[in-house]
């Protein structure tokens, strides 16, 4: 008669096999979703008490200007990421000019 670790009780060849898990599995389970959530609560609280800490040094009126100062900031620092390279720009901008003629000096 094989035995599954995994199932409550052994199993003959010809028994259909249920679907049962152990308790001890069932806790482990529980144990990790109750781990993250406790994770996800922790990293929220911590943001809402920068939040608060953030408020009270700045106050109401320069929030709204730390905060376009920010968006300002991300919103340049993006656009010289995308943009290329100055040296590449006057390489591309530069075009070649036409060969000048050069006039011959006539010796007087």
Known sequence: ???D?????????GQVIPTVIKPSAQVSIIRLALG?????VALLLGLLV??????????????GDVGGALGKAIKDFKKAMND??????????????PPVEANPI???
């Open 50 to 63: 920068l939040l608060v800490i953030i408020l009270i040094i700045f106050g109401p009126s320069k929030l």
């Open 84 to 97: 290329p390279e100055p040296s590449q720009q006057v390489q591309k901008s530069a075009e070649p000019k």
């Open 5 to 13: 670790p995994f199932l409550q009780n052994p199993i003959d060849a």
């Open 106 to 108: 006539k010796p007087s």
């Open 1 to 3: 008669m094989p035995h």
């Open 36 to 40: 993250a959530v406790a994770i996800l």
